[in-house]
Nanobody
């Protein structure tokens, strides 16, 4: 009943920027946190950035200073502004959200389909 819809992925040259967006919809009572993970070929999925409903943020070491996560709680949407992109940022980026779908249902994690970001040198 909960769906995460991502947008903004694509091809960009090194040094360029992209802005990813993820909107949560469906049965939502509350959202505890939203964030982004990525997975490159042959590598494990890793945290890129996360943000709680209260605004606390957490970033992966490799993106600190270059990426910025933000959210619009009224729209149940999270954004990832990616600047100074490097070829090593190439990966499938997945939106994640910890959501309580109904008042009597415990919160759980939901995942988007993933969007491909390709950075050329």
């Amino acid at each position: 009943q909960v769906h995460l819809v991502e947008s903004g992925g694509g091809l960009v040259q090194a040094g360029g920027s992209l802005r990813l967006s993820c909107a949560a919809s469906g049965s939502i009572f509350s959202i505890n946190a939203m964030g982004w993970y990525r997975q490159a070929p042959g590598k494990e999925r890793e945290l890129v950035a996360a943000i709680t409903s209260g605004g606390s943020t957490n970033y992966g070491d490799s993106v600190k200073g270059r990426f910025t996560i933000s959210r619009d709680n009224a729209k149940n949407t999270v954004y990832l502004q990616m600047n100074s992109l490097k070829p090593e940022d190439t990966a499938v980026y997945y939106c994640n959200a910890n959501i309580r779908p109904q008042i009597l249902i415990r919160a759980m994690d939901y995942w988007g389909k993933g969007t491909l970001v390709t950075v050329s040198s």
